[in-house]
């Protein structure tokens, strides 16, 4: 679902239980965009994955597709999908930084569906080559280069 975590934003301010709830435009115009949202597909571990990653100011995303025939038409339908918004801390972070963590973020969540497996990662930003080229990466940045480097040999990035 395309802006998924803009969308889902919010509900995400429900979540506190000292406020009172309140159905505003914006949350009802958000609940019918979920109500019609595409359907899950079971996955087939025979065929390949397609992993999609996003993230902008206010959250991270990603969701795993699958291409299968259905009713004799292939058919790219959801896995699954995760999304959180951006802590205050990721909110000084440039871009880069933000795409990177969203791969790392799904890599981490994802590992039961990916380990293994091969799959494209659809991404509009190379964060894995960020990560890859930079001079002195700190601590957290050598975290999240291993931690997509246990993934690389079975991933394949498309933009």
Request: proline letters at 4%.
């Amino acid at each position: 679902m395309k802006n998924f975590t803009r969308i889902a934003r919010s509900f995400y301010k429900l979540c506190d239980q000292q406020k009172v709830y309140e159905m505003t435009e914006e949350r009802v115009k958000a609940y019918e965009e979920f109500k019609n949202s595409p359907f899950i597909l079971i996955p087939d571990w025979k065929l390949p994955f397609k992993m999609y990653i996003d993230a902008c100011g206010e959250g991270l995303g990603s969701a795993i597709h699958q291409t299968q025939i259905i009713n004799d038409k292939p058919v790219e339908g959801q896995i699954c999908f995760i999304s959180r918004q951006i802590k205050p801390t990721e909110e000084r972070y440039e871009v880069r930084k933000i795409e990177c963590l969203s791969l790392v973020l799904a890599l981490e969540k994802l590992h039961c569906y990916l380990d293994g497996t091969v799959f494209d990662l659809i991404t509009d930003f190379n964060a894995v080559k960020y990560v890859y080229n930079m001079k002195t990466p700190n601590r957290k940045i050598m975290r999240w280069k291993i931690s997509i480097k246990n993934h690389r040999g079975s991933m394949t990035i498309v933009h």
